[in-house]
Structures are given as C-alpha cells and as structure tokens.
C-alpha cells in the first residue's frame, strides 16, 4: 500500500465552478501536510501547506482530518488556470508525495 | 534568479554510460533532495543530505550515487544506465523543520 494516496482523476470541471478532492496518508506519525501544484513537464510548486485548523488562500481551502488521515482540497469558482496536476505531500522527516489528482477546467 | 537550479535540463544517452546531473540552491536551505518521477508520474524521494551529511537513503540501487560537496550543491551520478532509469530527475531543497520544499526545473534523462 503507497503511504499517501490519492484519486487519479481527471476531475472535469466546468469554469466557475467548485471542485474538492482528498488524499490519505498512512503514517499516523506525519506531522506536516502540503499541497503542490504540477503542471505537465514542469516541477511540483507548493500550492499551500495544511494546517490543523484548515487554512484558506484565495480560492483554496485545504483542511486536515488526522482522526481519519485525510487532507482536502477544495478549489472554489475554478479557473482554466487551475487546470494542472495536485500533489498531495505527507512529511514525517521526509515528504512523500501521491500520485497526484488531475483537475482539467473546461470553458 | 533561479532557486533551485539543475543541469542538464535533458540528457539522452546510451545504456551502460555514466552520467552526472548537477543541482545548487542559493535558498540558504540546509537540506536537499533527490526525487525520481517515473513515466507514471509518481514522485518518489531517493537522497536526502542536510549539511552535507546523507540522512535519507531510500532503496535505490547502488548504480545512483549522491554527493555534496558543500550544502548549497547536491549532484548525482549514476553508473551503468539502464532503460529503467529513465524519468524526470527533481532536485529539491527545504529549510530548517518540516516545511514546503522548492524543486529544481527536472533533468529529463532518456536512456536509449
């Protein structure tokens, strides 16, 4: 079983519109949770780090479940931007990324 | 100026050579990172140096060879290619404590 795993997508969304998707991480010992954001053929860039107490940038709204070991993304009044591939990152001294959730916004 | 930077950006070489791929970060971070993402975009760690000092050896074959020759600068070298090396390279660093790290622009390695 990977440590962090998420849906691989492609999540179609219709701009403006909302779209949310999880991860699970199996290491209860995981202290710091991260989003990124990749876009194809380029590297990972850190979207926002995800707090106990769920944080919010913008249009983005991460939030973490450690009772359950899920981190959430929430992607409000999507833009054709927004369309890349979102990492979801697990760190307990080194950080583990999953496969990464597509998101394709369509006009 | 770039962050995290690496070279080459791409390299295509023949099964059975050796090849380098440099990484330096003017960050002032304390830690770096080797990461391979393979054709299934997986991003998965393989070296971690902090200070110089090897922290994090996942089970990578011992054909890759880390080193760092002072904490700004991260290079791997590997031996006797394979076909199934082939991947994105990312070079990453990340400051003291847990905290988002910074990738390098990948060195896509084709191996022929």
């Known amino acids: 079983r990977k440590e962090v795993e998420q849906d691989p997508g492609p999540f179609n969304v219709p701009e403006g519109a909302t779209v949310a998707f999880n991860c699970t991480y199996s290491?209860?010992?995981?202290?710091?949770f991260f989003w990124y954001r990749q876009d194809c053929r380029k590297e990972p860039k850190l979207l926002m780090s995800?707090?106990?107490s769920g944080n919010e940038d913008g249009r983005f709204t991460a939030q973490l479940n450690r009772a359950s070991q899920y981190i959430s993304l929430l992607i409000r009044d999507s833009k054709l931007s927004d369309s890349a591939t979102y990492l979801c990152?697990?760190?307990?001294?080194?950080?583990?990324f999953g496969a990464g959730t597509q998101v394709v916004v369509t006009p | 100026d770039t962050a995290v930077s690496q070279t080459p950006k791409y390299l295509v070489t023949q099964m059975g050579n050796d090849k380098s791929i440099k990484c330096e970060q003017n960050?002032?971070?304390?830690?770096m990172y080797w990461y391979k993402q393979d054709s299934k975009k997986f991003l998965k760690i393989m070296f971690s140096?902090?200070?110089?000092?090897?922290?994090i050896n996942e089970t990578v074959p011992n054909r890759f060879s880390p080193k760092s020759p002072d904490k700004a600068h991260l290079n791997l070298h590997i031996n006797s290619l394979e076909l199934g090396d082939s991947a994105v390279y990312f070079c990453?660093?990340?400051?003291?404590?847990?905290?988002?790290?910074?990738f390098g622009s990948g060195t896509r390695l084709t191996v022929v």
């Open positions: 990453a660093s990340s400051p003291q404590g847990d905290r988002g790290y910074t």
């Open positions: 290491n209860s010992a995981s202290q710091s």
């Open positions: 995800v707090y106990s």
């Open positions: 990152g697990s760190s307990w001294g080194k950080l583990q």
């Open positions: 960050l002032g971070h304390d830690t």
């Open positions: 140096y902090n200070n110089k000092e090897l922290i």
